[in-house]
């Protein structure tokens, strides 16, 4: 039977930990029952710098529980995708599976077995995905929406809908773990690795205590984090709008001519307007060229594997 490790960070959820402890070990021990995972299957809490009580509840959490509840301290607040990682990296040699999810538990825990059965039928990775948001915000629920659309633009691929609650195989996590960058977006980064995988759908919930540690300024950093990381096109978006002024500007400047030649024009004007466009559109274009070479030793820089091989036959 596989080993589980179920990886929570957590920053400042002093109010939440007992129960998220309690929740998730009623899920292990629900799955280790019906035989589905092994016996010394774990919860790995990272604190990820709390300044509350956190790290000393996970601390009484683990005595209480030895086998079952296991905990990570950082030495300062990393922020959640750096904290998540680094609880992934260090199931990955303690397991052969993970799950990851908030501390807040506003992700269903109910669908962990569905996830554990895609695994068995052989999915290495396995989204949660919202089915609605009816709990967020009318605010929170356009903007991301509103975020995932312009991903989609940017030709980046996300799972549309899901967050960090995802089940991943221990190959798949040490296939992710060969993605050295440091300006991590884990949402973009999983659906690069391949192998098969599968989503399940569940309802998101009210954090079940504490309030969100995602606030507006966290949420639109990791939003342009996620664009930038991940797509040039921005660049190539410069070039093409110099390339358009350009081309407009000769066009303005045939008619320019054509008006200068009936006589039509206040003296000056043409030169002047026809200048400004032109030149606007050459600098455009050359800044737009440059960041093409930058864009390039950008993705150069991140040494992503630039393959991932499943199966050899031989
Ligand atoms: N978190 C973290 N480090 C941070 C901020 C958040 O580890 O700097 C954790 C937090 O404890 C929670 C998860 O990330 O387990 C998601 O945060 P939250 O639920 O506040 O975000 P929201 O659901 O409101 O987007
Ligand atoms: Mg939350």
């Given at each position: 039977m596989e080993k589980l490790a179920i990886v929570v960070p957590c920053y400042n959820e002093e109010e939440v930990l007992k129960i998220a402890s309690e929740a998730l070990r009623g899920v292990l021990d629900d799955l280790i029952r019906k035989g589905?995972?092994?016996?010394d299957s774990f919860i790995l809490f990272v604190?990820?710098?709390?300044?509350?009580?956190t790290w000393e509840l996970i601390e009484e959490e683990h005595q209480a529980h030895p086998v079952q509840v296991c905990g990570v301290k950082l030495a300062g607040n990393v922020g959640h995708q750096f904290a998540l990682t680094a609880g992934l990296i260090t199931a990955m040699d303690l397991s052969d599976v993970t799950v990851s999810i908030d501390?807040?538990?506003?992700?269903?825990?109910?669908?962990i077995e569905e996830m554990i059965d895609k695994f068995h039928n052989g999915c290495d990775i396995v989204y949660g995905v919202?089915?609605?948001?009816?709990?967020?915000t009318f605010f929170k629920r356009t903007t991301a929406q509103g975020f995932y659309k312009v991903m989609e633009m940017m030709g980046v691929k996300t799972v549309y809908?899901?967050?960090?609650?995802r089940l991943m195989s221990k190959r798949a996590v040490e296939q992710f773990s060969k993605?050295?960058?440091?300006?991590?977006?884990l949402r973009g980064m999983m659906?690069?690795?391949?192998?098969q995988t599968d989503c399940v759908y569940y309802d998101r919930k009210e954090?079940?205590?504490?309030?969100?540690?995602?606030?507006l300024k966290k949420m639109l950093a990791l939003a342009f984090n996620g664009i930038s990381s991940f797509s040039v096109k921005p660049i190539s978006m410069i070039l093409g709008s110099g390339v358009i002024i350009v081309l407009l500007s000769i066009l303005a400047a045939i008619y320019a001519l054509i008006s200068y030649c009936t006589g039509h024009v206040v003296p000056g004007w043409t030169s002047l307007i026809l200048s400004i466009w032109f030149l606007g559109g050459i600098q455009l274009m050359a800044v737009g060229l440059v960041g093409q070479y930058i864009g390039k030793i950008y993705i150069e820089v991140?040494?992503?594997?630039r393959y991932n091989i499943e199966k050899v036959l031989k």
């Open positions: 589905k995972i092994a016996e604190n990820d710098g709390s300044k509350d009580r501390a807040d538990l506003q992700d269903d825990v109910a669908v919202r089915k609605e948001r009816k709990t967020d809908n899901h967050a960090d609650f993605y050295q960058e440091t300006n991590l977006f659906p690069l690795i391949g192998y954090r079940v205590a504490g309030e969100s540690k995602y606030p991140k040494h992503r594997p």
